[in-house]
C-alpha cells in the first residue's frame, strides 16, 4: 500500500471517529493499543481534535468497589446528558500481554446506553498500571467527542500515583474494613486525590474512616488557596451519594478553570508525552546494527566506558544529525 494510500485510509478513519461511529472507534483503540504506523498516523491526524473531555481518574485499592462506582458514576454523568467514555486499565496477562476484562463484564449493565462508551486496555506492566497506549486513548476518546472520559486504574498501590499525570479530576475511593486504618495512606494515595471517596458507607466504620482521612487532610502539606479536598459517602451499590460525587466533580473542574489547574494538568500531560516519544525515537535509533552504538556496546564490556558516559556520547551524535529521527516517536 502506498503512503498516499495510507494517508487516505487513515483521513477517513480519523472523520468515522468525529462522526461518532463506533466501529471505527474500537478500531481506532486497537491500533492505538498495537502501537502501529497507522496508530501513529491516526494520532497525527486527530490531536488538533482533542482536548475539550474532561478526564475524571478512580484510583484505589482493590475491593474497593471502583468499577460499581465508576458504573453509577457514568450512568449519571448520561442522566445529565453527558457523552461519556470509560477506559479500564485491567492487569495484563502474563502470558498474551492482554486486558482481563473484568470491569467490562461487571459494568454490563451499561451496555446499549447510547450515551456510555467502554473500553479495557490492558496495563501491560506499564507504571503506575498505565500504559502509554491509555493515554494515546484518551485522545482517540476525547476526538470522538465524549465530554468525560473515566479512567479507571487497576488497584496496585503506590504506583496507582502516575494517574495525577493524565486526569484533571482524581477521585481516590477507600473503603471501610479492608483491614487497614487508611487504604489510600498506605498506598500514598492522599496527596494525589481531589475528592476522597469513602465506598460502602452503609459498612461498619464508615464514619471512622472519613475521620482518619479528614485528619490525614489536615496535617498534609496545604496552602492558602489550595482546593479543598472534600470527603463524600457513597454506597454504589445502591447509588447512594453517586448525585453529590458528580456534583463535587463539576466544583473541581469550575475551580480547575477559574484558578488554571486545567491547563497545568495539560502541561504536565504534554510534557510526559513528549518525554516518551523522545524515548521511544531514541530507543529506534539506539539499537544493535548501529556502527557507533555497536561500538558503545563493546566499550562497555571491556570497561573502557560507562554507560552514563556512553549514552550522553551517543545522544550528542543524535541531536548533531538529526536526519537519524524518523519522526515516529509518538506511539
Known sequence: MSEATTQSTVTALADRIRAGSRVSLA???????SRT???????????????NAHVVGVTGPAGSGKSTLVSRIAHE?????????????DPSSAYTG??????????????GNPNVYIRSMASRGATGGLSRA???????????????IILETVGVGQSEVDVISVAHTVLVVSVPGLGDDIQANKAGLIEIADIH????????????????????????HRHAGDWNVPIVKTSAANADGVTELLDETAKHESWMTEHGGLHEVERRNAATRIRWAAEVLIGEELRRG???????????????????QAAARLLTALTADPTHINGRGNR
Open 197 to 220: 471517596v469513602v465506598n460502602k458507607a452503609d459498612l461498619p466504620g464508615a464514619d471512622l474512616t472519613v475521620k482518619q482521612l479528614r485528619e490525614s487532610l489536615r496535617l498534609s
Open 27 to 33: 478500531r481506532a483503540l486497537t491500533l492505538v493499543e
Open 290 to 308: 548501529r556502527p557507533d552504538f555497536d561500538q558503545a556496546v563493546e566499550a562497555l564490556i571491556a570497561r573502557d566506558e560507562e554507560p552514563r
Open 134 to 148: 491509555v493515554l494515546d486513548g484518551i485522545v482517540v476518546l476525547d476526538a470522538a467527542g465524549f465530554a468525560v
Open 77 to 89: 454523568y448520561g442522566e445529565r446528558g453527558a457523552k461519556v467514555a470509560i477506559l479500564a486499565v
Open 98 to 111: 492482554g486486558a482481563i476484562l473484568g470491569d467490562r463484564i461487571r459494568m454490563s449493565e451499561l451496555a
Open 37 to 51: 504506523d497507522a496508530a501513529t498516523e491516526l494520532l497525527a491526524e486527530i490531536w488538533k481534535d482533542s482536548g
